[in-house]
């Protein structure tokens, strides 16, 4: 079976611990730890294939640079997450695009753009035009999820799978155009 390995990024706070035990265990904590960082697993079907997913969800490691290049170097796809709720984490993100292809020394590499915490609406600080501009400049997919109401959070990790195939079958693809 195919295995990913997916890292999830994001500043603190924007619920990247409530969006991966969400979708591996299926339920909503409230309060978790915020200095925890660990791995998961999760075996899914996507699109009719099943694949095991290794889910790091990272938490503020990212102070030391060394420790996040390592981990964005180990990475398959990358989930950068922000909190519609909260504008600055939003501009925290910015910067990530180009950490992660600058890190992994590609141009394409599998990114999805997740705003969570959509069951706060009335709290909203971020438009979802906002988050699908910056989607569109990244060149990568967006899905606004809310962890606590599970909405769209299957999604998440199922999109994350497309675009790690689909960078896998061009790499695929280039890799037999250069041995014809
Ligand atoms: N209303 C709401 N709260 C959330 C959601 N996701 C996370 N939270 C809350 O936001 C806080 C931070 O979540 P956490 O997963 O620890 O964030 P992390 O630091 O990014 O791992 C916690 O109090 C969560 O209960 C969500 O989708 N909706
Ligand atoms: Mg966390």
Redesign the pocket.
Do not use: R
């Given at each position: 079976m195919r295995e990913f390995k997916v890292v999830v990024l994001?500043s603190?706070?924007?619920?990247?611990?409530?969006l991966t035990v969400q979708f591996v265990s299926g339920c909503f904590m409230?309060?978790?730890d915020?200095t925890i960082e660990d791995f998961y697993r999760k075996e899914i079907e996507v699109d009719s294939s099943p694949c095991v997913l290794e889910i790091l969800d990272t938490?503020g490691t990212e102070q030391f640079a060394s420790m996040r290049d390592l981990y964005i170097k180990n990475g398959q796809g990358f989930v950068v997450v922000y909190s519609l709720t909260n504008h600055q984490t939003f501009q925290d993100i910015k910067p990530m695009k180009e950490l992660i292809t600058r890190v992994k020394s590609s141009e394409r590499v599998p990114i999805l753009l997740v705003a969570?915490?959509s069951?706060?609406e009335h709290q909203r600080e971020v438009p979802t035009i906002e988050g699908n501009t910056l989607a569109q400049f990244w060149g990568c997919p967006f899905i606004e999820a809310?962890?606590?109401s599970k909405t769209n959070v299957n999604d998440v990790f199922a999109e994350i799978v497309r675009e790690m195939n689909y960078s896998n079958d061009k790499e695929k693809k280039s890799y037999c155009c250069t041995v014809l």
């Open positions: 994001g603190g706070g924007v619920g990247k611990s409530a409230e309060k978790y915020p938490a969570n915490k069951d706060l809310s962890a606590k």
